[in-house]
Nanobody, 124 residues
Framework: QVQLVESGGGLVQAGGSLRLSCAAS????????MGWFRQAPGKEREFVAA????????YYADSVKGRVTISRDNAKNTVYLQMNSLKSEDTAVYYC?????????????????WGQGTQVTVSS
């Protein structure tokens, strides 16, 4: 089992920045690819960003590319999502997730463990 706890969400004005963190506990963190997803009211959960096990490869949704950076610190069992130039359409609950096995970074169905989510609200 892997337990994931997100933090860092909140209310921010359009154009502002937030840094989300996801702390993992349980099994060896470096064995898991990590992803961030988000879900806005009335919408499906969508992929935001992902990072491979050693942090050497990252993947982004087109909607956030250039504004968002995913990173991880395997010594601290933590994955981060730095979000800049936030827009009202970024408002959602943000979830981190862990994936073992052969990674399918963009598909939420392949992630084994999920955090409880953290709310990000961007005011325009």
């Amino acid at each position: 089992q892997v337990q994931l706890v997100e933090s860092g969400g909140g209310l921010v004005q359009a154009g502002g920045s937030l840094r989300l963190s996801c702390a993992a506990s349980g099994r060896t963190f470096s064995n898991y690819a990590m992803g961030w997803f988000r879900q806005a009211p009335g919408k499906e959960r969508e992929f935001v960003a992902a990072i491979n096990r050693n942090g050497g490869s990252t993947y982004y949704a087109d909607s956030v590319k250039g504004r968002v950076t995913i990173s991880r610190d395997n010594a601290k069992n933590t994955v981060y999502l730095q979000m800049n130039s936030l827009k009202s359409e970024d408002t959602a609950v943000y979830y981190c997730a862990a994936q073992s096995g052969f990674p399918r970074y963009r598909d939420y169905a392949y992630y084994n463990y999920w955090g409880q989510g953290t709310q990000v609200t961007v005011s325009s």
